[in-house]
């Protein structure tokens, strides 16, 4: 593969063992593919070596053969595969990384379509391409698959509600419009709000967002790429567990009276757990916490783990689970989190339900499982609390590796 691509983020692999050579024992590419042609040959280190890559790995193939020999890692969405000819004709290597980048979300996160609404870019939008100036928006569609809306203002804020909505707002000036629509006023409490298939966030001119939109694609291959990072800040689902996390989310208010951050990370599809459940049980994860947010319980049916947020199954829903390694080591939590043995084996048990598992800890690497992949606490905290940032979440999480020594 071209080294234009290598140096655009997308790594097409041909040996594993040589690549991690190459790269210091790590391949942190924005996106891997692998030719189906040599996943047979490939398959057994890319399995050992999951660890050491990043989260997007892509396999093209032909033959349902070649599909086969990897249906375990497609099943636990370690990786996912695309045939050949959905990728179809292109005309050079940003557009053809940009079919894949569409392809490896379509299938990581199971969703046929999406509508991706920016609102309130009263003064950016004109620096945008294909803004219609009687309109006052941007509107594209990518691939029948991806519907844009730039609107400069909320009186033209329509939804389709069976797809995917993902709404990134300026200074909360849809929030009552977003809180009368999509809000259910009968939950009891913001964490059993419904919220399936939407993402919501303000940003203003002192969040990363505005250094993203003040910086208008100057292509459409660069603006259908800043899109689909923008669909996966959307997409990803996160549940924290961490006490100091939980602790700093639940006392601290953010800009729209009344909504405590966690709240609105609800919103950004980060669940912050603040209790664990066992036999309808509560009990909170640490006693600095004072007000109740999401809940987890992990109970065990038929030797599989059924993770259960906010007493909702999430299973298969949820890509990426984040826990601080103090607490999921400490003998008072082990029985609500379904801890039975060493902690290697229930990370093993709770990839098969979520793929994508991180340890935290303020103390470096040490004594985290070689299955696990490591997230210092000083970033989840920038990323979470400091400087709520979930477009950098998710670039951090989808590319994060570590390296092992097996």
Known sequence: MSKDLRKKGLYYSEDIKSALSQFRDRIPHDLIVIDGKIISALKEDLKKNLIKLSNRILVIYEKDEEKKEIEELISLKKIVAAEKNEIGSCNGFDELYNKM????????????????????????????????????????????????????????????????????????????????????????????????????????????????FNSPPQNENEFIRRILEFVEMGLLKVIILDERIAEKATTEEIMKKGLFLWKMLNLQQVYVVTHLVKDGKEMPISPAIKEKGNSLEIKRENNNFIIMLNNKKVNNNFQCFIGHKTLVNNPEFRPYLGIESTLEEWIGEMERAIPIIILDSGRGEVDIPQNAKFLPYSYLEEMVIRNTNKYRLTNHILRLTRTVQF
């Open 101 to 212: 980048r569409l392809l490896w979300i379509q299938k990581f996160f199971n969703v046929p379509t999406i509508t991706l609404c920016l609102c309130n870019l009263k003064e950016l939008a004109p620096k945008w391409r294909y803004y219609n100036k009687e309109k006052e928006e941007v509107k594209k569609i990518i691939n029948n698959k991806i519907d844009i809306i730039i609107n400069c203002s909320d009186s033209s804020l329509s939804i389709d509600l069976t797809k995917e909505i993902i709404i990134i707002d300026h200074h909360y000036e849809c929030f009552d419009k977003i809180e009368e629509t999509f809000l259910d006023k009968s939950a009891t409490n913001f964490s059993e709000l419904c919220l399936k298939h939407f993402y919501y966030e303000p940003w203003d001119k002192g969040s990363y967002l505005s250094f993203i």
